[in-house]
């Protein structure tokens, strides 16, 4: 179970509360239906679950739930290397600001994460990357979030 924005949903299909688009089983359950969407949309989406996931409170007793978040992770990682040229990297951007700028600081397992992701799409993307606007957004975000203290 993870608290999230005062959302609780668990990944045995026994939510409490809707499912959201990002969920881990959701994430793995999507890829059926990725083909006809296109992964290049959906990456985005299933990214900011996966990284509120990792930001949102999740209780010590859910281990599953962390290995499916990392499964899910992994997935995505991978889809993304697939893609190359064509991950959507403005939506991509975005998702990985927002969790850096994340009221309240948000988790340092997260800022890794989305330090993971810049990497990505620095081997995959670096000329749509490095393009003033999206560079300016992205290390504004690295940089904030590198200045933060903590004890991690």
């Known amino acids: 179970r993870i608290r999230s924005g005062g959302r609780s949903a668990s990944v045995d299909g026994n939510n409490t509360a809707p ?11 999507i890829h059926l239906g ?10 985005p989406i299933l990214l900011s ?11 010590e ?5 962390h290995r499916d978040v990392a499964a899910a992770d992994r997935y995505l990682q991978a889809v993304a290397r ?17 969790a850096m700028s994340q009221e ?3 988790r340092p397992q997260a800022w890794l994460k989305c330090l993971e992701w810049v990497h990505i799409l ?27 203290p903590d004890e991690e």
């Not at 959201?20 to 994430?27: D, E, F, L, V, Y």
Request: a positive charge; aromatic letters at 2%.
């Open 34 to 43: 990725a083909k006809q969407v296109g992964m290049h949309r959906l990456l």
């Open 122 to 148: 620095l081997d995959k993307t670096p000329e749509r990357l490095l393009e003033p606007t999206l560079r300016h957004r992205l290390m504004e975000a690295v940089l904030n979030t590198l200045r933060r």
């Open 61 to 65: 007793s859910e281990a599953e739930f």
């Open 19 to 29: 499912n959201t688009a990002g969920s881990p089983r959701h994430i793995m359950a």
């Open 104 to 106: 309240g600081g948000g």
């Open 49 to 59: 679950g996966v990284l509120n996931a990792i930001q949102g409170e999740v209780l």
């Open 82 to 98: 697939r893609l190359g040229a064509t991950i959507p990297v403005e939506g991509t951007v975005s998702q990985l600001t927002n």
